[in-house]
């Protein structure tokens, strides 16, 4: 969540991810890039609510590119593997687009 201290930000997402799962109103979508693909691997510590968030409807849509730089291809455990134009066109069709 933003730059800065790497924990900080683990703590922020956390956050973010559990209140997300308790809301009765969804995003249709959360696109997953750069290091936040580490989010929805292996040994994730915010990867059961993450499959909880796609339990309930919302596309989880990960960054091919970014797996790949990481070297996580192979441990996905939620979402979908997209491309970079897969979240442009998201955003596009969005109403509103929250970046964090």
């Known amino acids: 969540m933003g730059t800065g201290d790497e924990a900080l930000g683990l703590q922020l997402m956390t956050n973010y991810l559990r209140l997300i799962n308790e809301?009765?109103?969804m995003p249709r979508f959360i696109a997953f890039y750069n290091s936040g693909v580490?989010?929805?691997?292996k040994?994730?510590?915010?990867?059961?609510?993450t499959k909880a968030?796609?339990?309930?409807g919302v596309k989880l849509i990960v960054c091919k590119t970014c797996?790949?730089?990481?070297?996580l291809t192979d441990k996905i455990e939620?979402?979908?593997?997209?491309?970079?134009?897969?979240?442009?066109e998201l955003q596009k069709m969005a109403d509103k687009v929250i970046t964090l």
């Open 23 to 25: 809301e009765t109103e």
């Open 38 to 41: 580490k989010l929805i691997c």
């Open 43 to 49: 040994d994730s510590p915010v990867i059961e609510v």
């Open 53 to 56: 968030i796609e339990k309930k």
């Open 67 to 71: 797996l790949q730089h990481f070297n």
């Open 78 to 88: 939620v979402g979908v593997v997209g491309t970079m134009m897969d979240i442009v």
